[in-house]
T-cell receptor, first 114, second 113 residues
Framework: AQSVTQLDSHVSVSEGTPVLLRCNYS??????LFWYVQHPNKGLQLLLKYTSAATLVKGINGFEAEFKKSETSFHLTKPSAHMSDAAEYFCVVSDGGYGNKLVFGAGTILRVKS | EAQVTQNPRYLITVTGKKLTVTCSQN?????MSWYRQDPGLGLRQIYYSMNVEVTDKGDVPEGYKVSRKEKRNFPLILESPSPNQTSLYFCASSPSIGPYEQYFGPGTRLTVT
């Protein structure tokens, strides 16, 4: 069975400082991994995805994530936070198998202080 | 514009009154799915459909029904809503099974009193 653990429910950073949102996963298959962002009162938007190609994945708005199989981690980073990055972030795993189910982490709320 | 639409966006209803939340996509996607979002739990899959007339249960199907009579539409039906179904609901679609991005609708906030 697949599972996702987001290690922090809330992260607070100052504008202009680095962002690190941590995610560990468990999967019996070769997983596909995603990060989605949800701004207040909005739907979910894909930030980036890993599908067994390059282990360092670049996404939109300056975000990137590194797939580390040995650590079963897929942490999301950004060098410099912007006020507009304040949102909830979800780490997601999919095996692409029957059901094509996405398994979501509980989410990390990112607060950006001015 | 490629999109997933849901209606209504907000709904307040009473226990036991049947309701339907519609979902439609204009991308000719084969795969569609319903999720509910609850605080601290992320999103959990309710039902999914891999193509017309093919549907199956997700992780939390109790109290819900779906149908897929046309490729573009995937309505979610609550035949007898209860307060524990108060939640934020998302419909999603993707081209097929596999490592594809799922495109999400804007969400439907349902309150059952």
């Amino acid at each position: 069975a697949q599972s996702v653990t987001q290690l922090d429910s809330h992260v607070s950073v100052s504008e202009g400082t680095p962002v690190l949102l941590r995610c560990n996963y468990s999967s019996s298959y070769s997983p596909s991994l995603f990060w989605y962002v949800q701004h207040p009162n909005k739907g979910l938007q894909l930030l980036l995805k890993y599908t067994s190609a390059a282990t360092l994945v670049k996404g939109i708005n300056g975000f990137e994530a590194e797939f580390k199989k040995s650590e079963t981690s897929f942490h999301l980073t950004k060098p410099s936070a912007h006020m507009s990055d304040a949102a909830e972030y979800f780490c997601v795993v999919s095996d692409g198998g029957y059901g094509n189910k996405l398994v979501f982490g509980a989410g990390t709320i990112l607060r950006v202080k001015s | 514009e490629a999109q997933v639409t849901q209606n209504p966006r907000y709904l307040i209803t009473v226990t036991g009154k049947k309701l339907t939340v519609t979902c439609s996509q204009n991308m000719n996607h084969e795969y569609m799915s319903w999720y509910r979002q609850d605080p601290g739990l992320g999103l959990r899959q309710i039902y999914y459909s891999m193509n017309v007339e093919v549907t199956d249960k997700g992780d939390v199907p109790e109290g819900y029904k779906v149908s897929r009579k046309e490729k573009r539409n995937f309505p979610l039906i609550l035949e007898s809503p209860s307060p524990n179904q108060t939640s934020l609901y998302f419909c999603a679609s993707s081209p097929s099974i596999g490592p594809y991005e799922q495109y999400f609708g804007p969400g439907t906030r349902l309150t059952v009193t």
